[in-house]
């Protein structure tokens, strides 16, 4: 992978944002663990910077999707805890146990087949996956859920019973029959069982919405600390939250266009009359969806439409006027009394904010400020 060092576009990461918005749910759901997902490069912003900014900003794990995810850290040298949130292969029992990593757990034979892999040098952290209405992985009958934790207990040098969890489909939004009715299969599921030290259940709407419903002792969230309203302000105003990225650039070319000239693949712009365009050097190879045409940038705190398709590398704005190569550009972020954020472009593209930043590209710098 290459990163774009020479290049003026870079993606820049708030600590102080991300620590903000870690207090802010902290306040909320009044937990005492924060387990952060930062599966998928931490949802785009950078799995190594993010990891260390909200290690060091109030959360205590951390939650991948993948192995090799958690390997990177532990490679990075972070030693926090962390939980893998999918399933995985029994043939990596062995290897998580050997790098303290917690393991999504979803059926007995799992559990049996990792027996044979397992040495017993340092036992297996085990969370057990509960499916009470996501229907994506876990397990759904509580005979089989007592039987697994019996045969944790039976095994303790080769497992540890470290967790219980279960994950919702449906918590961020006004309509809550659903989110009650995997409350109750919960509650079905998991009352009476001998209780791990982490329960688990909550995600960012949980947290956020209905923290007085469910455990929120320890929680597992990503969206909301990465400044994204989970609800994407229909359930509450998005301005508790900091922006936590600011995404920036300059003006590479500017020039002088006269009216009719088509501008960029397939001229669907052309110029109504004579006027000042700019070129920045960001474009969908960068992870920009193409559907950004129209939405603008920030120029001198002044909205300024892209114009024209977006290319793989750079893309044309409309300008105020004959402004200087150079001229810093901001795509997400503030600038004067103007701001533009993910869920801006969300609203503008009809695809949802945490989907817009897993696309930023590994070619965009990633960098830490306060
Ligand atoms: C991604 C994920 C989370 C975090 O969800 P947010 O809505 O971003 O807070 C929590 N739990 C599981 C199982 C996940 O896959």
């Known amino acids: 992978m290459v990163v774009a060092q020479h290049r003026p576009t870079r993606l820049l990461i708030s600590q102080q944002a991300i620590a903000h918005n870690l207090a802010v749910v902290r306040q909320v759901s009044g937990c005492r663990t924060i387990f952060m997902a930062v ?56 290897a998580c146990a050997d790098q303290q990593v917690i393991v999504t757990v979803a059926s007995l034979a799992w559990l049996q087949k990792a027996q044979h892999n397992l040495t017993g040098t340092a036992p297996l952290l085990v969370s057990l996956g509960l499916d009470t209405g996501m229907g994506r992985i876990g397990y759904r009958d509580r005979a089989e859920i007592e039987e697994s934790i019996r045969f944790l207990q039976q095994h303790p040098t080769q497992f540890t019973y470290q967790g219980l969890m279960t994950h919702f489909a449906d918590s961020d939004t006004v309509e ?11 509650h079905a599921l998991t009352d009476g069982l001998p209780q791990p030290p982490m329960v688990h259940v909550a995600n960012s709407g949980a947290a956020m919405y209905h923290a007085a419903e469910v455990p929120t ?3 597992r969230i990503g969206t909301v600390v990465y ?50 365009v700019g070129t920045i050097p960001i474009g969908y190879g960068d992870g920009l969806s193409r559907k950004l045409k129209g939405f603008p940038v920030l120029i001198q705190g002044k909205k300024c439409p892209i114009i024209g398709n977006l290319t793989m590398d750079a893309l044309m704005v409309r300008l105020p006027g004959p402004l ?20 801006d472009m969300a609203q503008h593209t009809g695809i949802a904010p945490w989907e817009l930043s897993i696309r930023f590209a590994e070619r965009l710098p990633r960098k830490l400020v306060d």
Do not use: C
């Not at 990225?245 to 960029?264: D, F, N, Q, W, Y």
């Not at 001229?327 to 533009?340: F, I, K, M, S």
């Open 324 to 343: 200087p190569v150079h001229t810093p550009v901001t795509l997400l972020g503030q600038d004067g009394d103007q701001r533009l954020t993910l869920t």
């Open 217 to 219: 002792d320890i929680i």
């Open 176 to 186: 809550t029959d659903y989110f009650h009715r995997q409350v109750r299969r919960w």
């Open 227 to 276: 400044g994204m309203e989970p609800s994407e302000g229909t359930m509450r105003p998005d301005n508790y939250l900091d922006q936590i990225e600011r995404l920036e650039s300059e003006l590479i070319m500017v020039k002088h266009v006269p009216a009719g000239e088509g501008l960029s693949y397939g001229h669907t712009y052309v110029t109504p009359t004579a006027e000042w």
């Open 39 to 94: 599966k998928d490069n931490a949802y785009g912003f950078g799995l190594l910077p993010v990891s260390r900014a909200v290690l060091a900003g109030g959360a205590q794990g951390l939650a991948v999707a993948v192995l090799d995810e958690a390997l990177v850290l532990r490679t990075a040298g972070i030693k926090a805890p962390i939980l893998i949130m999918s399933l995985l292969d029994a043939q990596y029992a062995q």
